[in-house]
Structures are given as C-alpha cells and as structure tokens.
C-alpha cells in the first residue's frame, strides 16, 4: 500500500487557544483537499475542504489554508475546546476516482 | 439520515482463513470507497465502487477484493489472511463525484492470530 508515514506528532494546547494544524501534501496535481477528525473508536468524521483554485476557506470555528506553491495544507481551529481532541487528518485527491490520500495525522490534545 | 454502517464491528480470524465485511452506504450514495487504517502505515486506499464497477484501486495484493451489489452495499474480502492484515477496516461513501464528500462508517477491527 501506500506509505503515509509513520510518525504522529502531537499538539498540545489550552482550552480557549486557537490551534494551527499543518500538513504537507504529495502529489502536485492534487486538486481537491479535505480535514478529517478521528476520535478513538469511531471513523473519520468530515470538517472542511478546500479546492485548489482556492487559499482560503472557513467554516464554523475553522478555516483551511492551501498554499499549493509549497504543497502547503493547515487547519485552524478557533477557541479550541475538549471535544476537540483527537486525531486530525489532512486528504488529497485528485479527478478521476474517489482515491484520498491521507496525511499521517496529527493529535491534539486540549488541556483543561 | 442514516450514516454509514459497517458489520460486523470487530472480528478476529486465524492465520490462512478468509473474511468478509459488510458496508451499507448513506442512501443515496452511489460510491462506496474502502481503507485500511494501521498504526503503522496510517490511512491508505484499498479500492473503490460505483454502479457495481470498480473504478479505482490501490497497491494492495489481490488477496484483498471487492464488490459492490445494485443496492450500492458493498462487501470486501481477505483471502489467505496474514498477521499483517490486522487493522481497522474503513468504509466510506459518497454520492459519486470525487468532490462530493466521503463520509465514513465506524469500521471493522480485524484481528488475525
């Protein structure tokens, strides 16, 4: 299969903060990008996406920034709270197929 | 409206046995996609149906297959199971374009012995 690495670094923060999370994707012909959320024993849970003829876009509490000059994806998330926690992922794919290729994922955990 | 749902939830098989899952997409949804999810290779691609074809697959061997019916329920099956093939097993559906969003079941906990 595909590697997406092995290594899922961890964001700790304060109740209240805002939280930046980054993602670098692969492939350059990527056009389509998506944020999941995964809590522990359930599937990953849409949150926002973003398409390549876009730099910005916000939903409710979040925003996604694509800066496709250095295959650059983030997630920010506003006033961060517990129900937070969890594992985030960063998707790519591209036309031709409902492939995604997923980040390795990035933990967050909010401190109360 | 129903999410997706995947049985059974968690299964444990032996070494060189077979397996089936069962995923019953969102109504509606006519792209059922699945993915192996380990804590060592992360997320990837296993492959994906619509309208019953198969049309899009990832660098699996082809132990691991597929099949979607009419009713856009899909199933996957291991053959020849390894240690190696234990992991969660995720399912996700989508309407059909690759914009539409995919919305994933809670997944099946394989564990080979």
């Known amino acids: 299969g595909e590697s997406v690495g092995l290594h899922l670094p961890t964001l700790s923060v304060q109740e209240g903060d805002n939280s930046i999370i980054n993602c670098a994707y692969s492939?350059?012909?990527?056009?389509?990008f998506i944020w999941y959320k995964q809590e522990s024993g359930k599937g990953p849970q849409f949150i926002i996406d973003?398409?390549?003829?876009?730099d910005k876009r916000q939903g409710q509490r979040v925003t996604v920034l694509l800066n496709k000059t250095v295959k650059h994806l983030s997630l920010q998330i506003a006033a961060t709270q517990p129900g937070d926690s969890a594992v985030y992922f960063c998707?790519?794919?591209?036309?031709?197929?409902?492939?995604?290729?997923f980040g390795a994922g990035t933990i967050l955990r909010v401190k109360s | 409206k129903a999410g997706v749902t995947q049985t059974p939830r968690y299964l444990i098989k032996t070494r060189g046995q077979q397996v089936t899952l069962s995923c019953s997409p969102i109504s509606g949804h006519r792209s059922v996609s699945w993915y192996q999810q380990t804590p060592g290779q992360g997320l990837q691609f296993l492959f994906e149906y619509f309208s019953e074809t198969q049309r899009n697959k990832g660098n699996f061997p082809g132990r691991f297959s597929g099949r979607q019916f009419s009713n856009s329920r899909s199933e996957m099956n291991v053959s020849t199971l390894e240690l190696g093939d234990s992991a969660l097993y995720l399912c996700?559906?989508?309407?059909?374009?690759?914009?539409?969003?995919?919305?994933f079941g809670p997944g099946t906990r394989l564990t080979v012995l």
């Open positions: 996700a559906s989508s309407l059909a374009a690759y914009t539409d969003t995919q919305y």
């Open positions: 998707a790519e794919t591209m036309e031709y197929g409902n492939k995604l290729v």
């Open positions: 973003i398409r390549s003829n876009m």
């Open positions: 492939n350059s012909a990527s056009d389509y």
